[in-house]
């Protein structure tokens, strides 16, 4: 009975160690795979900080698991108490990792589960081949515990910024400015004055951000950039560049319940701004709270704006044209929310820190922040719901 308990851990363990290698391939991808591509559950929880551990992805270290657990399983005479390790390793793993999805990040990754659900089998398959012993099972969910410590302690999801990605051009401040977008022989031409902007169009330097009202990453990347804000004062602009993730998007990959109003809110914002330009900042700052209705934006947006001249505005046919432009600029910049671009650099995902973002935009604007912001990290940024198609790092 207890070899054939096992086998099967040898068995369960095999396609469990394949699982592990898709996802670590889907971590290191910036295309994606299969079922894990943009606006993907599963691409949320893998763009996210806890995916990685000292900036190697968490998958990778599960492989090593199965490299080590298949070979010592399918011997003659398997060391019981390793075995019995890794059994407690792969349960302790299993649940921080469930927890983390369904608490912190909000979102559930179906090939994450998957493989959670066979590491579970092989753990009940090692321990049904021994008695099982207490002090190898707290010494694997020891490992686990010291890996999720270094997870909040050290941030794994560093931002991805590169300077070789995008191609960014910026005519300065004065009439007819033009930010110039270009990936590959791909691109866009952005007038400040013809979207919403987050400042002055006089301001030395505009970053561009990408980013849904849905996506907690992207409220978190708000909130950092509403604080940087007021350390470079009017030196910076930020042009907020809304991307639903919702079904409206030909560039989603799934139309998910986290994001079923994520069209309404965008299109909403943009009438607002096209209604009156001074009110989207309050309007756009409004509309990130978590769990916003349609009905309730609306009510924040007439607080701001006429009722009437609203709907004539949401009528007009410039609003859905242009979020499909935008739409198709945040696929050819690789489907990942937030993003941010600092002149020739270019930011997937939500730094680490607040001090941390405020530290990149210092170094390639050459701006000094006043006052100094601490470089601490910051807690998980919590989410109200799964938020496909987004990334912190």
Request: a neutral charge; proline letters at 9%; charged letters at 15%.
């Amino acid at each position: 009975m207890k070899r054939v308990a096992l086998i099967l851990a040898c068995v369960l363990a095999l396609p469990a160690g394949v699982m592990a290698l898709v996802l670590t391939a889907a971590s290191l991808s910036q295309a994606g795979v299969a079922g894990c591509g943009p606006g993907s559950s599963c691409e949320t929880v893998l763009r996210s900080p806890y995916a990685r551990v000292l900036g190697a992805p968490v998958a990778l270290l599960a492989v090593g698991v199965y490299i080590v657990l298949i070979p010592l399983a399918c011997r003659p005479r398997p060391g019981r108490f390793l075995l019995q390790m890794l059994a407690g390793l792969l349960l302790a793993a299993a649940a921080y990792f469930i927890l983390l999805q369904a608490v912190v990040i909000q979102a559930f990754c179906v090939l994450c589960m998957i493989t959670h659900g066979l590491g579970v089998a092989v753990a009940a398959a090692l321990l049904a081949a021994g008695r099982p012993r207490w002090k190898p099972l707290v010494a694997g969910a020891a490992l686990v515990a010291l890996l999720g410590a270094v997870q909040f302690v050290l941030p794994g999801a560093a931002p991805a910024a590169s300077e070789s990605a995008i191609r960014f051009a910026d005519t300065g401040p004065g009439p007819g400015r033009t930010l110039t977008i270009a990936v590959g022989d791909r691109g866009a031409r952005i007038r400040p004055e013809q979207l919403p902007l987050l400042g002055s169009a006089e301001a030395p330097y505009i970053l561009v951000e990408f980013f849904d009202y849905t996506c907690g990453f992207c409220r978190g990347m708000h909130r950092d950039l509403t604080r940087a804000q007021r350390v470079f004062g009017d030196a910076i602009a930020v042009l907020p560049v809304g991307v639903p993730l919702g079904a409206c998007n030909p560039h989603v990959a799934q139309d998910t319940p986290a994001h079923r109003y994520s069209c309404d809110l965008q299109r909403l914002a943009l009438a607002v701004w096209k209604t009156d330009p001074a009110a989207f900042a309050a309007v756009h700052d409004a509309f990130f709270a978590p769990d916003l209705t349609p009905q309730a934006a609306r009510e924040l947006a007439l607080e701001h704006v006429d009722e009437d001249t609203l709907d004539e505005t949401l009528a007009d046919p410039w609003i859905d044209a242009q979020l499909a432009r935008n739409a198709t600029l945040f696929a050819q910049l690789g489907g990942v929310l937030p993003q941010l671009i600092i002149g020739p650099t270019h930011v997937r995902g939500l730094p680490p820190s607040p001090g941390e973002l405020i530290a990149l935009i210092a170094e390639q604007t050459g701006l000094k922040p006043q006052p100094p912001v601490s470089p601490g990290l910051r807690p998980g940024v919590k989410e109200a719901e799964p938020t496909p198609g987004e990334a912190r790092g």
